[in-house]
């Protein structure tokens, strides 16, 4: 997605912001796939379409509030709540005060502008990656889906509880026992978000090879555990550093800021994913993995 899409996508946005859109209405304007546009975005803009269409309608409603004699009703209304009691959590939510507190002088409530596009200098630092073929490769994982808005949100943690959840529950380790020692690698497995879908699917796995002991398989898949198989790929492979998850949202920022339109590569529509080595070196969070084809 070049600067100008970015600018033609937010343009849109503040056009259409007392219309019923969405990030899929957006993508649509500026002739881009859901899942694209979604992912690129929010790397780039630090935020979902979703999240800056409410931020900016919470603003505009709280300065009508303040300015007008419009009742808290009709306001909900004109910036498409179903409710004003679902309007009311929202609004509370953004500025720490009610929208009938909004109305009167002195309260203070919080104002997000509109994004302007500037052309800053970027790059100028080494960015190690390397290329990887991996021909069909075959997972034993543990898999739920997530809407499609989770992707790109830095203030969402369902992935992150998910694999606090399986830990908890000891869901991990007897999927780790198939392997042997030292080789016990697990891996982050993100499907593409498609258009014709809500939802993508994130599994917590393990690969499936010649070191796998793969005799009980059956016992785990009848416990709810699923077969993943990939597509033949390239990948690029980029090493994530840092003592928590930051370090990758870090990565896939300079990913579709530096490196594809430095290299001309894409991301294809195949499954990313990480992996965290058993037995990895010093400071190396995971290792990132995303399909790409040359553009």
């Known amino acids: 997605m070049s600067i100008q899409l970015i600018q033609q996508a937010i343009c849109y946005m503040e056009e259409h912001i007392y219309e019923n859109i969405n990030y899929a209405d957006v993508a649509k304007s500026v002739n881009m796939s859901n899942y694209n546009f979604h992912r690129i975005f929010s790397f780039i803009a630090g935020m979902t379409a979703n999240e800056y269409i409410r931020n900016r309608r919470l603003t505009l409603a709280a300065q009508e509030l303040q300015t007008t004699d419009i009742s808290v009703i009709d306001v909900a209304y004109k910036y498409g709540y179903e409710s004003p009691e679902s309007f009311s959590k929202a609004f509370s939510r953004f500025h720490g005060s009610t929208p009938r507190q909004a109305k009167q002088e002195g309260t203070k409530l919080h104002l997000f502008n509109p994004l302007v596009i500037k052309i800053t200098l970027e790059g100028g630092s080494i960015m190690d990656y390397r290329m990887e073929h991996k021909e069909h490769q075959k997972f034993l994982a543990l898999v739920r889906a997530f809407p499609n808005e989770i992707s790109g949100d830095d203030n969402d943690h369902s992935i992150s509880d998910f694999w606090t959840e399986c830990y908890e529950k000891n869901l991990i380790g007897p999927m780790q026992a198939l392997r042997p020692e030292g080789k016990r690698d697990l891996y982050g497995l993100c499907s593409p978000l498609k258009d014709s879908e809500t939802h993508f699917n994130y599994g917590i796995g393990i690969v499936l090879n010649e070191d796998t002991d793969q005799k009980e398989l059956e016992r785990f898949i009848k416990n709810g555990y699923s077969i993943w198989i990939t597509e033949p790929v390239n ?60 553009n």
Do not use: H
């Not at 994530?240 to 990565?251: A, I, R, S, V, Y």
């Not at 990480?274 to 990895?280: L, S, V």
């Open 235 to 294: 990948y690029a492979v980029f090493k994530c550093f840092g003592p928590d998850g930051n370090c990758l949202g870090e990565t896939w920022t300079k990913f579709f800021n530096e490196f594809v339109p430095q290299t001309g590569y894409m991301q294809t529509d195949d499954t990313d994913y990480e992996i965290y080595f058993d037995n990895g070196e010093s400071g190396l969070f995971c290792e990132l993995w995303i399909p790409v084809k040359k």
